[in-house]
């Protein structure tokens, strides 16, 4: 069973948490939504962005897709919200947004 992150406190029993211990490989990761633990959620402003794609390889969780040269919205499956990307952009394109939607 899975917890929805907003409502997880002390009470949460270990056994309704996301799993977490089988993410030790690499690549593992794309089979778990860990983007749910995300408590901040990145927005592209699609009219700021130039596509400089500076934002792209910044980003520690590969949550930016790029196809054919040009960046596509945030993996929302996989991201968690960490800023960094928001960060670099020098067109202020990323906008930092509260909680676990977009
Ligand atoms: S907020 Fe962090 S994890 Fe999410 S896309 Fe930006 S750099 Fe990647
Ligand atoms: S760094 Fe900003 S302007 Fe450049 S691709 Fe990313 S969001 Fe767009």
Known sequence: MRTD????NENTPWQELTEGLKMF???????????????????LLQDKCRQCLLCVPVCPDVSIPVRDGKRLDFD???CKGCGI???VCPFEAIEMKEGIEP
């Open 5 to 8: 992150v907003n409502r997880i």
């Open 25 to 43: 490989a690499g690549g593992t990761a794309r089979n778990f939504a860990t983007g749910e633990w995300r408590t901040n959620t990145p927005v």
């Open 76 to 78: 929302y499956e996989h």
């Open 85 to 87: 990307c928001a960060s």
